[in-house]
């Protein structure tokens, strides 16, 4: 899995912090092999990060969850999922 650690932009705001966060997720979700995710989606609310969809395996919202927080504090993490199995 890749980090790509979130900034500051220019102006000392949290638009790229939060952004460079929402990239930092979607590609270690992407990197776990075992989770097949459809329609996921992410949404900024705030300070914090939402992501919502459905996933093919049971427990996998609880993994997208623990992927999420170790990334971002516990607090900036809303997760939504549904599990859909094929």
Known sequence: ??????E???RGGEG?????????????????AFLETRNLTFRVLGNSVVIEG???LPGGADVVQRLAESLADPGRVIVRINC???
């Open 8 to 10: 500051f932009d220019c």
């Open 54 to 56: 459905a996933v093919d």
């Open 1 to 6: 899995m890749v980090l790509i650690l979130p």
């Open 16 to 32: 790229a912090d939060i952004s460079g966060l929402v990239a930092s997720i979607k590609r270690a979700l992407n990197a776990e």
């Open 84 to 86: 859909q199995p094929d």
